[in-house]
């Protein structure tokens, strides 16, 4: 079945730090490609998607770019600010041969930015 | 547009109790989804519908219900409440093959 592999956190770094958050995905045919962001409290909201192989979703400073030959779409964000603290999650979707458009999401990695 | 809203924000329940988690959408979206948030665990699905009167399970539907009777409620039912569904519940929507969009999530405990 459809599987997303993340980062293990938490991740801690100082603010202006350069960061990655890895993710790997295993799926069949060609899913869509999305990270999501919850911060305390709240429920998650989308911070960019890819929908095809090479695709660069990009949002608020942060990029990834869907490689379809490693199976990746790493998280990337050049300056990190104190706001950016949060649990990001990797997540992908296929239409699994019917007309459900179902989300597998990772387990999530905690990101905490220090002033 | 309120988007995706959920009832209540916080419940306490006793073991063996019921209750209704509600979800209302205004975004005039066919797909709705359950999940539970345990820590470290990410997001499990419970239930989705793909559009009023269709349901189906999710990866964790034990000990949970749902009904979709109009395009923009999706209740979900616990019956016999247990310490293992003690979690964060989060409704959700999208349209198709495209972004979901979540409510505010309930925070549950069973005790």
């Known amino acids: 079945g459809d599987s997303v592999t993340q980062m293990e956190g938490p991740v801690t770094l100082s603010e202006e730090a350069f960061l990655t958050i890895n993710c790997t995905y295993t799926a069949t045919g060609y899913p869509s490609l999305f990270w999501y962001v919850q911060y305390p409290g709240e429920g998650l909201q989308l911070l960019l998607k890819a929908t095809k192989a090479d695709d660069k979703g990009s949002n608020k400073g942060f990029e990834a770019t869907y490689r379809k030959e490693t199976t990746s779409f790493h998280l990337e964000k050049g300056s990190v600010q104190v706001s950016d603290s949060a649990v990001y999650f990797c997540a992908l979707s296929t239409n699994s041969g019917g007309s459900n458009y179902k989300l597998t999401f990772g387990k999530g990695t905690l990101l905490t930015v220090n002033p | ?111």
């Open chain 2, 1 to 111: 547009n309120a988007g995706v809203t959920q009832t209540p924000k916080f419940r306490i329940l006793k073991i063996g109790q019921s209750m209704t988690l509600q979800c209302a959408q205004d975004m005039n979206h066919n797909y709705m989804y359950w999940y539970r948030q345990d820590p470290g665990m990410g997001l499990k699905l419970i239930y989705y519908s793909v559009g009023a009167g269709i349901t189906d399970k999710g990866e964790v539907p034990n000990g949970y219900n749902v009904s979709r009777s109009t395009t923009e409620d999706f209740p979900l039912r616990l019956e016999l409440a247990a310490p293992s569904q003690t979690s964060v519940y989060f409704c959700a929507t999208s349209q198709g093959a495209y972004e979901q969009y979540f409510g505010p999530g309930t925070r549950l405990t069973v005790t």
